[in-house]
């Protein structure tokens, strides 16, 4: 697939997952609830999860619709990370994507309530229907939910919290970003993988491929907090100095991260030549992507 | 079952869950999550949603193994709900279950983050080993989700907040409470018989006692917020009335309250009596012990 066959590919998969975000996130839960979750979901973001499942799926010849349900309850967990993420009480910001957080726009309780459904909806996005038989969707469930929890996500954040102003050594940065963006990249290869019937080898490539790219995300986060302005990132830049947060830039330099991303890069690229797979372009290209972003 | 039988049963099914809880929340989760989960979770609370998933397994003859995972994830939920209901920015509560909430003992962001790990932890324990066939975890994992979203627990709460110093209609009231807290006690019955094979005259009678006894909960903790005091609650009494909330002491009186929930006992009971089910004696006292408690 060469560039101009991935933007193509890319515009159809986002066009399906906004519709089916559109589709999966009610507009009528009462109290406002509704709009709190669409407020924070809908109209925003790269939706890199999404198009990692959608695009492992597709390298392992998967079945597309299971594909989309993952790809969808991927995204809701990382949205529901983000409006938890945000509120007062853990990063305490203002703007995201450009736009008023959802504890500025809805109030904090409000925002806490969608997190939380947010994160049920994702189960049920996976557990609904009858197109995707039983046994796909308890792994799928299972996959998830160690991704999200406190051996991914959430544990990665609590590292994360109980590390501002400490110096890390780098295998427990390297440890807290796995957990914190890493699982939930990693996952979503995973997911897409899962929605076929990968072979041992092609599975372990994918894995190793999201690995590498969920570090190479967080690494290319960090030089762009330092490098770009709020207005580029559409949320608030210099926030990890400012806080004191340790990064792999403050631990390799600016330049010493950007080199690292690229090596990430590079061992993203060499698992997919590894993999047996022959569908691979579209994975290949959003590991460049992921590296070469400027926001 | 004579209510010594009971005592008995109750006692070797709570010894179970507390067991099952105590190794399913880690201790090792990073940055202090696990202790805030551990602290939230463990050592508390009436495990009146795990008993009710215990009985009315039993009553299908469905697998203990199945429902113990099944008893452990609805407390789960069950737990975090309470973590997250009782930060500042919801009711703003420092006493649960006789002791300093979550974010009194380890600060808001850990107790947010401890909820959120709890929620994934459930669908982890739902979805975990082999002793549970695939199919069954998918679907207990779908009734969870949809129980705990915002069809469910979510969308009550947020019909709380939204309702706060607002006269309500009954049915209104009925659809927050129902949502609120009737919601997780009812699939925790449905949860229970989907561990066994119930057919389709027993599995609705049993979802007609889940609704009755899940209303009934509420009912009656409407009045003993009223009638008790903090020691005996365990947590801050008369907060309804102070916070202007609607509830069914409000809208019936103390009495018309009362008369309700005998009324709802009534209405489980007879739910178990045309079930067609013979060991329902659990489910049996379980509703009187709902209606009866006084805490």
């Keep these: 697939m060469m560039p ?51 695009a492992a799926c597709e390298a392992v010849g998967g079945d597309a619709v299971t594909a989309l349900r993952a790809a969808v309850a991927v995204e809701l967990i990382h949205a529901y990370s983000l409006v938890h993420d945000d509120m007062p009480c853990m990063d305490n910001d ?7 957080t959802v504890h500025v726009r809805h109030g904090e309780a409000l925002a806490m309530l969608a ?6 909806l994702a189960f049920e996005v996976l557990t609904s229907g009858e197109e995707v038989d039983l046994s796909t969707q308890a792994r799928l469930c299972g996959l998830l939910a160690r991704a999200a929890g406190h051996a991914g996500m959430a544990g990665g954040q609590a590292i994360d919290l109980a590390s501002v102003g400490k110096p890390l050594a780098e295998e427990t940065l390297r440890e807290m970003h796995r957990r914190k963006t890493g699982a939930l990249l990693k996952v979503s290869v995973v997911m897409g993988a899962a929605c076929g019937a990968a072979g041992p080898q092609a599975a372990s490539a994918l894995e190793a491929y999201g690995d590498a790219v969920g570090l190479a995300f967080q690494v290319v986060d960090d030089v762009l907090d330092v490098t770009q302005s709020s207005a580029v990132l559409g949320k608030t830049a210099g926030k990890d100095q400012q806080q004191n947060k340790p990064t792999y830039v403050s631990l390799l330099g600016l330049e010493g991260a950007r080199a690292y991303a690229h090596a990430l890069q590079r061992r993203a690229h060499a698992a997919l030549a590894g993999s047996g797979l022959t569908e691979t372009s579209a994975l290949s290209i959003l590991a460049d992507m992921v590296v070469r972003r400027e926001s």
Aim: no cysteine; aromatic share 6%; glycine share 14%.
């Design 4 to 54: 101009a066959g991935f933007d193509a590919w890319s515009r159809a998969a986002l066009a399906k997952v906004e519709q089916a975000l559109d589709l999966w996130v009610p507009a009528d839960a009462p109290g406002g609830l509704g709009e709190a979750m669409r407020y924070g979901v809908l109209d925003g973001g790269k939706r890199l999860r999404p198009l990692l499942v959608l």
């Design 115 to 120: 997190g939380d459904a947010m994160q049920a």
């Design 94 to 100: 203002v703007l995201r994507r450009g736009k008023p």
